[in-house]
Structures are given as C-alpha cells and as structure tokens.
C-alpha cells in the first residue's frame, strides 16, 4: 500500500467512523459497523488503529478537528474584536440537534471512562476556550468591552452554550434555537458590559 492510498484510507476510515459515531454513538459504535460502512475489512480497520478505544479517540480528534480549524481561521481573520466575538459566538452556539454536536457530548460522556479521550477533549476544550477568552482580551484592550476577568468570562460563556448544547441534543423539543441565542447574546453581553443586539 503506498503512502498516499494510506492517507486516503485512513481519512476514509475516520469520516465513515464519525458519520457511524453520528447515529450510534461513541459507545455503542463497533470497528465492525464502521467497517461495514467504509466498504472495507474489519483487519484494514485494526491495521490503521490497533484497538476500538484508538479508533474512537482518533474519530473524536478528527471531527473536532473540523471544528476547531473554523474556530482559529476565525481568529486570524481581519476584524474588530465586536465581530470576531459575533462570530465566534454564532459558529459555537448550539443550533439544535446536529452531528457535530452529538460527537462532542460523546466524547464528553467517554472522557469520565475512556483517558484516551479525556486527554483529546481537554485539550480541544481548551483551545476553544483559549480563542474565546483572547476575543475578549482583544475586546477589552480596545475599549470594545468592559471585563476585568477574560478568562473566567471566557469559562463561563462557554459553560452556558455546552449546557445548551446538551439540553438541545438530548431533548430538541424542549427549547426553540431562538431562545437559547437570546440567552447566549443576554448572558454574553452582561459579562462584557455590552447590549445584547450589539450581538445579534
């Protein structure tokens, strides 16, 4: 197998793992179904792998990946921190019941069991976190927001949307998408000192 048909393969494998993820869930996700899915051996899954747990962790790493990399394309665009913060906040919040957010609370709820994961979602959690809280710093710097802690604001922010988050995903009826970004746009602006359509 050359290289570049393994790379191929090999971001085959963690698509497919994540679409699988998708509808099954991180736990209830077997090498087999993935397998199955890609059109391929379950050995070719293990070759690239070695394990179930590996091949999890790596499908959680590659979707957040996707996630994260809009995330920090966003931070070194041009803009005034008031937009970059509109932004952010708008790409991150939740909007329902969708396959990104479903992998994310998966392996939120692997990470307490599984340290492989717990280490990939710490350190995603992280750098989401890490480009909020540099918004703000930016924001506050500028004159653009008032807030004497960015990063506790940045925590608790961030706290408010993954609780959203889940509620949206495990129950999708039970609040409209225009409620909870009226919530993230109020409870945003109180902690930069700013009025909530100065958001919108």
Sequence with gaps: ????????????????????????????TRTADVAKAAGVSQA????????????????????????LARVEALDRAAGAPIEKLRRLVKLYAPSG???????????WAEAMRVPEVEK?????????REALEKVIADGVQDGSFKCDDPSGAAWRIASLIDGLAVQAGAHPRILSRSQMTEWVHLTTARELDLRPEQLS
Excluded at 3 to 23: G, S
């Design 44 to 67: 070719l899954v293990f070759y690239h792998f070695t394990t179930k747990e590996r091949l999890l962790a790596q499908a959680f790493a590659y979707a957040t990946e996707q996630d």
């Design 120 to 128: 990939l979602s710490r350190r995603r959690v992280l750098r989401w």
């Design 1 to 28: 197998m050359t290289r570049r048909l393994a790379e191929v393969r090999l971001d085959l494998l963690l698509r497919t793992a994540c679409e699988v993820i998708a509808r099954h869930g991180l736990a209830n």
């Design 97 to 107: 019941r969708t396959k990104s957010w479903s992998i994310w609370i998966d392996g």
